[in-house]
């Protein structure tokens, strides 16, 4: 039995060590840095508001992803937070649609979402699928999907 303990530990330790990830670029940094400043505004008030929004499109504009998830939702549902009007969903959409195509799961879900409202069956199955294979399950959509395909 103490072998068997021994051999399931090691098991464990080799299977659940992560794989040394590329070091993260300058630019890349700075995005963090701009992205989290935003979330941390939104969050607990932390800063200037002009500051954090700016740090915000900043960070998107240089690539992060989860920036431009939550800039495409800050259009589409939330546009206060970046001192607009009104929703924009096209520039939300074109923001989810940077972030997806990164692998950002949220963007990917949200566009699924957005396709099956406008009843793009098509678009809404191809970021169902893709989000799905980052572990995300929504059995009502897919069914919602699969009736019109």
């Known amino acids: 039995m103490k072998n068997y303990l021994l051999i399931l530990t090691g098991i464990l330790f080799v299977c659940c060590q992560s794989q040394p990830e ?5 630019a890349e940094k700075l995005a963090d840095e701009q992205y989290y400043q935003f979330f941390h505004w939104m969050l607990f008030g932390d800063g200037d508001k002009d500051t954090a929004i ?7 504009e240089a690539g992060n992803s989860e920036a431009q ?20 969903i096209d520039s939300a959409v074109i923001w989810w649609l940077r972030a ?3 692998d950002e799961w949220m963007a990917q879900r ?15 199955k191809f970021w169902l699928k893709r989000v799905q294979k ?3 399950k929504d059995k009502e ?3 919602r999907i699969n009736r019109h395909l």
């Open 22 to 26: 590329r070091p993260f670029t300058e």
């Open 54 to 60: 700016e740090s915000l499109f900043k960070s998107a």
């Open 69 to 88: 998830n939550l800039l495409g939702g800050c259009y589409a549902e939330r546009p206060d937070l970046i001192k607009r009007e009104q929703a924009d």
């Open 100 to 102: 997806a195509e990164q």
């Open 110 to 124: 949200d566009l699924a979402y957005y396709y099956t409202d406008i009843q793009d069956w098509k678009q809404a």
């Open 134 to 136: 980052n572990g995300y």
């Open 141 to 143: 959509l897919q069914k």
